[in-house]
Nanobody
């Protein structure tokens, strides 16, 4: 059974940074594309960033491009999201997800079949 556990969320002032981590169980983690999504109160869950199984390809939502960086460490079975220059509109619960049936990075929520429980990020103005 696959489990994804996020950590690293918290309260930060605008302009600050956070590093989110997603620890994964499962022997085939290093073959799966991984993604980060977020959901603000009253809004739908939206794509943030994704990384291919090899780590060679990354894609980002326009709203976070340049500010956020996704990376993976397959030895540690962990995916990271470095969030810089945070804005109040980045406030949301952040979820990591795995797309076990895919090879390439994808921004499509329905193509992810394993999800973590989420970690709260709050950015104060």
């Amino acid at each position: 059974q696959v489990q994804l556990v996020e950590s690293g969320g918290g309260l930060v002032q605008a302009g600050g940074s956070l590093r989110l981590s997603c620890a994964a169980s499962g022997r085939t983690f290093n073959r799966w594309p991984m993604g980060w999504f977020r959901q603000a109160p009253g809004k739908e869950r939206e794509f943030v960033a994704a990384i291919s199984w090899s780590g060679s390809t990354t894609i980002y939502a326009d709203s976070v491009k340049v500010r956020f960086i996704i990376s993976r460490d397959d030895v540690k079975n962990t995916v990271y999201l470095q969030a810089n220059s945070l804005k109040p509109e980045d406030t949301a619960v952040y979820y990591c997800a795995a797309a076990s049936q895919r090879g390439a990075a994808t921004r499509l929520k329905d193509e992810y079949d394993y999800w973590g429980q989420g970690t709260q990020v709050t950015v104060s103005s």
